[in-house]
């Protein structure tokens, strides 16, 4: 089992119903998708729920996964559509407390970071939308090409580099980091 | 040829491509039991599909024996008070004749739709079989961090 390919243990999982064939996807995988959720939430304990309710909704999605690009990638663009339900219901439940008068503590924030240490990443981050930050996460810490991130995404790659590119600007004009290279 | 070109550009990074990249860069997360909670979770909720349908059925045959056995005995009562030629009348084909074509239609349907169901997850493996060709015949160009 170990030994076998992602594309055998889906046909496993599919075929099957095999849940140790979809386990043994789950351990190879689970940093990378908890990683993500993490750098895009900011949120140990959210991003570990969302990373759960992702996996889920793999197991549920799975005979969806064509088989052509990586699994990884298969799996970033659910965790990614994971994240992006989630804050569009959270967003509803907000607007709910609002109208009864309740006033959230984090509302205007887009992105806030819960933990108390403020990390370097965390203030690049900070300076991108949802959007920007999904897509650099994609790039730079998970190593995916324009093309995964563009069927991740459901955008173009040209969409994609732009917003590469435009993320980068954005980084370069709040932060000199070639300074991050010597110190 | 011209998909090669765009792979090379994307794997030439620049200085500042480099330093991102360190700066995403984190240590991987241990499982901890987190892929074992996803399998039980699993595990769980395929059982639970599994009981649904026949407790359902046991449910709904304990709430509908008591009016069934009721209906079953007025039937039987009313039997034995209409008369004799009413009786023989009902046992004629023809007023069943739209039940068993209900029925028919029914069974057809409920076959149709199992096999609909079968075939969606062939269907994924055929593709899954498929794409697993095509990617033995076509080198892959995936290089860890292409950009």
């Not at chain 1, 043994?24 to 990373?51: M, Y």
């Not at chain 1, 650099?136 to 994609?160: F, K, N, Q, W």
């Not at chain 2, 045959?61 to 009721?70: D, E, F, N, S, V």
């Not at chain 2, 029925?103 to 096999?115: I, P, S």
């Amino acid at each position: 089992m170990k030994n076998a390919e992602d594309h055998q243990l889906v046909a496993r999982a599919l075929s099957a119903q095999d849940t140790a064939a979809f386990g043994e996807l789950v351990r190879r995988h689970q940093s990378q998708v908890r990683n993500f959720l993490r750098k895009l939430t900011r949120d140990v304990a959210e991003a570990d729920d969302l990373s759960q309710d992702c996996f889920m909704h793999a197991w549920d999605k799975l005979q969806t996964f064509s088989g052509r690009g990586s699994f990884i990638g298969w799996l970033l663009k659910v965790a990614y559509t994971t994240f992006l339900q989630s804050k569009r219901k959270s967003k509803r439940y907000s607007e709910i407390l609002e109208q009864v008068g309740h006033k959230m503590e984090t509302e205007g924030q887009s992105y806030s970071v819960q933990s108390d240490e403020v990390t370097d990443l965390d203030k690049l981050l900070a300076v991108l939308d949802d959007e920007e930050r999904a897509i650099m996460i994609m790039s730079y810490a998970c190593g995916l090409s324009h093309r995964e991130i563009s069927d991740a995404t459901s955008m173009p790659v040209g969409t994609v580099k732009s917003v590469i590119f435009r993320g980068k600007q954005k980084i370069r004009t709040s932060f000199d980091i070639k300074d991050h290279q010597h110190g | 040829m011209t998909s090669k070109i765009i792979n090379m550009a994307e794997k030439i990074k620049d200085a500042e491509d480099r330093i991102l990249e360190s700066m995403f860069d984190s240590a991987p997360i241990a499982d901890d039991g987190f892929s074992a909670k996803i399998v039980g979770k699993i595990r769980r909720r395929l059982w639970l599909r599994r009981l649904a349908l026949p407790v359902a059925a046991l449910i709904g045959g304990a709430i509908a024996i008591k009016p069934l056995a009721g209906l079953v005995t007025a039937a039987v009562r009313l039997s034995s008070l209409l008369p004799q030629e009413l009786l023989t009348a009902t046992t004629s084909p023809l007023p069943q004749a739209p039940m068993i074509v209900l029925g028919a239609m029914l069974l057809a349907a409920c076959l149709l739709g199992l096999r609909a169901l079968d075939d969606s997850r062939w269907t994924a493996l055929r593709r899954l079989e498929r794409a697993r060709h095509y990617r033995r015949d076509v080198p892959c160009q995936r290089t860890g961090s292409a950009r």
